[in-house]
């Protein structure tokens, strides 16, 4: 029995409900957007196109504008010029329809766009933004306050002009958009900034860290952030880690990476420990890391906030634990390729980051000089 579809205040915009799946207590609901072509044998018939679920932050609004802009498209033909009458809304609708399922940041390209972007450029027609125009808004950005109160950082603002620059290229191949990308970087002067700061834990911190996770009265936050330290995987990994993906025998993690491939770490002593505590507790829950209602935690921040200061480290994010493992394993003189392993790395250049110099060995090694001075004084006198 195929699916109810159930129309809405919107003229071609429909939705079904699923019998499995949930969302703020409600059925999770499933948008489409319908319309009538003209098939090869002159008959007319409904195309139901998939939009996206109430889950994933789809909303009856969200899908008639994509609806708006397909039609437009339709109507004009793609032989002509889109950027004569289409919006950059409407363009980067189209965008994140395309790619939202794909791409792995595209959370944060969503919120940019609403924040940010959408804001300055959204009601434009795409012509009529240029490169000036562009840069305009990037100069602005980098004057602009962040929601934490910090001027944002050269780094963060060009991540706004890729998001503008990816719709434009998407457009120009997709869509026939025929002039030059007004985000292309050829066009644009950008601050220049060195974003390569790797932040470690000394043996000191290490100790202080685990002290206080030892004694921490949140015992699963406790062995989250221990397994973190230990293994350093991606903090999004643990979040919705699974006892499906954990195997007993051979102590590995199997799991989706980023990218979507999938992926295999190897667990040390301490991350078993750690598995094998939450193992005790005896939850029926599907997840390692479980909530008071059972479910995966969703943001420890506030949690790590805490952790952080009794622990006594400052200017230390959470995610500088999965920096912090792999600089430790170049500290122990682990092989390159091994890193990579160990930290699923695809590109070598990403693990290369982490092979900074130790400033312990440096001054061990110019501390050789000196003694090798001295002793040479001692053998004279």
Known sequence: MGVKFITTNYPGVVYYESAKKTH?????R???FSEKRKTVDGKYKTFRTKIGWASEGVTIAYANE??????KLRKHGITKDIGAFMTFREAAELYLRDFANGKSSIKADISRLSYRILPEFGDKILNEITAARVQQFYNKLLKSPTRNGKIMAPATAEHHIKIIRQIFNYLKYQHNFLKNNPADFHYLKLAKYDNTLIRYLNDKQTDALLNVLAEYKNKTIANMITLYLHTGMRKSVILNLTWSQIDTHLWTIQFTNKDSSLDTIVLNSAAQTVLAEQMANGSDSEFVFTSKN???WVNISKHW?????MAGLTNFRLHD???NFATQLHFNQTEMRDIMALMTHKDAKTTLKYTHVNPARLREMSELIVKKR????????
Request: aromatic fraction near 6%; include cysteine.
């Open 66 to 71: 994509i609806r708006s802009a397909n039609m």
């Open 294 to 296: 059972d479910k995966n």
């Open 24 to 28: 703020n207590s409600k059925p999770d």
């Open 374 to 381: 001295i002793d040479k004084q001692d053998k004279s006198n």
């Open 30 to 32: 499933c948008y489409y």
């Open 321 to 323: 634990l999965r920096h």
């Open 305 to 309: 906030k805490k952790i952080k200061e």
